[in-house]
């Protein structure tokens, strides 16, 4: 491609909402534009990183098994109503109804429309186990539209559904997605740490994330040095040890206009580990009381599972409500002697390994010192609902956890019956039983790959590609269009090039070498060739967009040079 005809209007500073350096170099690069808010075109720059993308992830998936089609991003309402996500999914939903008043939605996932798909047409388990998958547009209303196309309104994902007859296909399934997607990433140049996740609305029993690391990451993943154990904040679980201790009289101490944990602790001389703490709650309208240790946090994803609601669902209990449920201001909540005789109370299992904790008193101005789980309060025992940190214990006792931040890329899950059970997707067994199909989901986001890729591979100049997802993986710079020489030896290198189909690009423009360098530079292609004033003697520059270093050889010395280390670099280890 020759640059004097391309589209390609790179820009010299960064876009004022810009966050993060991908956002700033896909922006500035020509890769990306946005629209509005969350809502990006992809440039042509951009698009060919796109395809490169999916040809990966589509060579990987035929190597496994499994078999692409494509549903439509607009789904029916019936088929949501059948799993009874419509109405919980959430805000992120973005509905639409055509001129008859029937009701659709732009496609958030694709479990329902798969399931759906299936339905009528796998009906043996001879027909076991398949495959499928898609590439298409996936759209969420996001509150908060971030990080340019890192969290966007309108994403290209790879999503993928196994269906076995059993559990132990299943697994075998998993397990083929998870070296699969392994595959992927390691093509795509980045770094991946595989970590336990929260399955969230998708449902199922188990799931994985694959986090590319990123110090710009939103999420963050705990881990340790001593073992495989990796999951993410929401998902982690932590060990606590409890010191032994006799039990003691409970105890009403005024605690008069102290509200908070550390307030209370101070006055009494107490820990805040050894506290109850409560958060009060409101569920579909209904209030919900939680306590947790008084030095951490609630961990809403692990709520949201626990209770199999969504997170929009959940709200905090305004102070009129608490009023009435504990009979106290707010910041005297406690478990016993609540005004509200009925109101649900979950309780964090570490509260019941721990002795003489301190609670509120459901009365204003009072708290409880002394309170045991079992002798003085009870409460639907739940066995972890705290936010993990770096340093805690992992819960294997394997040592204390590290933090790092990353970005989510990839999530396979084990859905289990949940889809075909409620669409109605049921196949014969062996004997002639009817049977709902056991099924896997799989992710991967494709345009998130993107920013990922850039987040891992960049410097203060621009990008800097893997060759496999590279735009373009050689570029042939002309110093000076004017001078017949290097026009003449540029083009001859660029045909030679291409014959050996090498994705090239030449930059033919009648600009100033600073403009031309600064833009090959920021786009970041991985191979470069420079034809200067050496060009009557058949001399050229060769460099590499990681190294940067110019090196004075032949026209063909460089040639053979590129087409070697291309050939290298895209060879799947």
């Not at 009528?120 to 969420?140: A, G, H």
């Not at 790879?158 to 296909?169: I, M, V």
């Not at 004997?431 to 987040?455: D, L, T």
Request: include cysteine; glycine fraction near 8%.
């Amino acid at each position: 491609m020759r640059l004097s005809k391309y589209y390609m209007p790179t820009l010299r500073e960064d876009p004022v909402d810009s966050e993060t350096a991908s956002h700033k170099l896909l922006v500035r690069g020509a890769f990306i534009r946005k629209q509005s808010s969350g809502i990006y075109t992809f440039l042509p720059l951009g698009k060919k990183v796109i395809n490169k993308i999916e040809a990966i992830i589509r060579d990987e998936m035929e190597k496994y098994d499994s078999i692409e089609v494509q549903t439509s991003i607009l789904q029916t309402r019936e088929i949501w109503d059948k799993s009874g996500r419509w109405e919980t999914f959430g805000p992120e939903m973005f509905k639409l109804q055509d001129r008859h008043d029937r009701q659709y939605c732009l496609g958030p996932t694709a479990e329902e429309a798969f399931t759906d798909l299936v339905k009528d047409e796998l009906s043996s388990y001879k027909q076991l186990p398949v495959n499928l998958y898609q590439i298409v547009s996936k759209f969420r209303d996001e509150k908060r539209p971030r990080f340019g196309i890192n969290r966007s309104r309108d994403f290209i994902m790879k999503d993928g559904y196994s269906f076995d007859a059993d559990e132990k296909g299943l697994e075998e399934s998993y397990q083929k997605m998870w070296d699969a997607y392994s595959e992927v990433f390691e093509r795509l140049g980045l770094e991946i740490k595989i970590v336990e996740g929260d399955s969230g609305s998708m449902g199922g029993r188990k799931s994985h994330e694959f986090i590319a690391l990123s110090e710009t990451g939103e999420g963050v993943i705990l881990y340790t040095d001593n073992s495989d154990y990796a999951a993410t904040d929401e998902k982690a679980r932590i060990k606590i040890d409890f010191e032994e201790k006799e039990e003691k009289d409970l105890e009403l101490v005024e605690t008069k206009d102290l509200k908070t944990i550390e307030e209370v602790s101070k006055y009494l001389g107490e820990d805040p580990k050894n506290f109850a703490k409560a958060v009060d709650l409101s569920v579909n309208g209904e209030p919900l009381l939680v306590f947790i240790p008084g030095d951490r946090e609630l961990n809403l994803a692990k709520l949201v599972s626990y209770l199999e609601v969504p997170e929009h669902a959940i709200e905090m209990l305004d102070d009129e409500n608490i009023l009435k449920v504990s009979g106290a201001k707010a910041g005297f909540t406690g478990p016993m002697g609540l005004k509200d005789k009925d109101v649900r109370i979950l309780v964090d299992e570490s509260l019941t390994k721990n002795k003489n904790l301190v609670v509120g008193a459901n009365k204003t101005d009072f708290h409880y010192k002394n309170a045991n789980f079992g002798r003085d309060f009870e409460g639907e025992v739940v066995e972890d609902l705290i936010t993990a940190k770096e340093g805690d214990m992992a819960y294997d006792g394997s040592g204390n956890l590290k933090a790092k931040r990353g970005i989510e890329v990839g999530n396979i899950f084990q859905l289990g019956t949940k889809y075909s059970d409620t669409i109605g997707a049921y196949f014969l067994d062996e004997n002639g039983k009817q049977k709902p199909f056991v099924m896997g989901s799989y992710g991967i986001g494709v345009s998130r790959s993107v920013s990922a890729i850039v987040e891992q591979h960049h410097d203060d100049k621009g990008i800097i590609w893997p060759t496999s997802v590279a735009p373009f993986e050689v570029i042939i710079t002309v110093v000076n269009t004017k001078k017949e020489d290097q026009v003449a030896l540029a083009e001859k290198i660029y045909d030679e090039l291409k014959n050996k189909r090498i994705d090239v690009l030449l930059d033919d423009r009648k600009e100033r070498a600073g403009v031309k360098f600064n833009d090959r530079d920021l786009i970041g292609i991985p191979y470069r060739i420079t034809v200067g004033k050496d060009a009557s003697n058949n001399i050229v520059e060769y460099s590499t967009r990681s190294e940067m270093e110019n090196e004075n050889i032949s026209a063909e010395d460089a040639i053979s040079k590129i087409v070697e280390s291309i050939k290298s670099d895209l060879t799947f280890k």
